[in-house]
């Protein structure tokens, strides 16, 4: 699974306004691009034959403990994805014990 597979399930589930509005970059798109470029230098190394059974992820945030050393980032127009918005962003996070960060272009008046 890579982030060309989750693009291709989001293209066919969402309205094809709604994924370009989600797919494209804003003015020259340059931070997208940059974007791009830094997924394609990360690569993760599969590790066989080590125990994983133990593995804990949790940390603090601001003096919070949340379950692992994740954020979910600010997303614009959240009903465009899904009808619950950043309200059911804000539910999973919550729920998965990660800090979710509001947008200032939420669709959900707070």
């Known amino acids: 699974v890579n982030l060309a ?5 989001a293209r066919s589930k969402m309205d094809p306004v709604d994924f370009d509005y989600f797919a494209a970059g ?5 931070t997208l ?14 590790r066989f034959l ?8 949790q940390t ?3 003096g919070l403990e949340i379950s692992a050393p994740l954020i979910v980032p ?13 309200v059911g962003l804000a539910r999973a996070a919550h729920s998965a014990g990660l800090v979710y960060c509001i947008t200032q272009q ?4 707070l």
């Open 33 to 46: 691009w940059r974007n791009s470029q830094a997924w394609r230098r990360i690569v993760l190394w599969p």
């Open 26 to 30: 804003a003015e020259d798109e340059i």
């Open 50 to 57: 080590i125990d994983v059974s133990q593995i804990k992820l």
């Open 60 to 62: 603090q945030f601001l």
């Open 74 to 86: 600010p997303m614009a127009m959240q009903k465009l994805a899904h009808p619950e918005g950043e």
């Open 5 to 9: 597979d989750f693009e291709a399930i």
């Open 106 to 109: 939420a669709t959900t008046t």
